[in-house]
């Protein structure tokens, strides 16, 4: 069932026109310095995937069959394919024209745009880690406790994947306290840490998943909970295309809120070697949000919906490899 071990390395010059390994087209990708940072012409890129581009203002669309790209100028949030992506730097202009960091291309678009390149891997064993539990109640709604909800949706998910053949190890079966380092210690293939969110605004709602920052980038909004000095997780592409997947399925699931796909060294996905992401279904803080978290129907098509991205990342690490 598992296929050969492949891995196409992604290779980038530190200045001038660069081009990928087994790449879309055969269209240089050229780089330009401002700041200390090397950028990429957005145009460029759209070129890269066989794209039509389109500029208005400070917004740089770009479409393809089945590809669609929307970046603003000054903004890290854009979207692929209609789901929201954090970007670690901010668009910019240079030479007229929009620009991205070289590692946002690198790291964030190429691994969803060409997903057949990931790094293959054996994937028979996933790690479900409802987060918190026992003295550790996690964020605390009017009607529940995070502990109680990510639990039963673990649950779900459990029964969901195994029916696909796959061997699911629970970090947490009932309502016992674990710490950060003890989920570490729980090997599979792949990791999937659930939990919910809370704010201080009531208003506050939505579905999003986080991946481990790799090195060099911006965590999402906030520091990075670790030192930077930390490496963290090293499966990157693979961790960018997991939280893409699960996203898009998700939303085409419940249609929630797209908060998008977020970044940080939390220490549970830092330390996890396997490629590793942090959902974080709903604001428990959120009345209406709460009411749709402890419906099961809401739950069960929610899981639904990852149970298909990591079923979809499957067949992506599974895949054979586009000729040129």
Known sequence: MLKTLFCIILFFSLIGEFQLQAQESAYPLRTVKQSGRSWVYLRDIAAY????????????????????????QNLRKFYINDVVVDLSFACSKVNGQLVIAKEDFQLTIDPIFRSWALPKHRLKTIVIDPGHGGKDSGARGSKV????????????????LEKYGFNVIMTRNSDHYLTLTKRGDFKGDLFISLHCNSATAKSAKGFEIWYCTPKGMKAFGKHDVLSRSVAGNHMNPNNVNLAYEIQKYVIRAVNPVDRGIKRNRWKVLAQYSQPAVLIEFGFLSNAQEQDKLINSAYMNRMMDGVRNGILSYYNSIHSKPKSN
Request: proline fraction near 2%; aromatic fraction near 8%; glycine fraction near 8%.
């Open 49 to 72: 995937y066989g794209m039509k581009p389109s500029v208005k203002g400070k917004v740089f669309t770009a479409s393809a069959k089945d590809k669609k790209l929307k970046i603003t």
């Open 145 to 160: 406790y995070e502990k109680d909800v990510v639990l039963k949706a673990g649950r779900m998910l459990k029964t969901r």
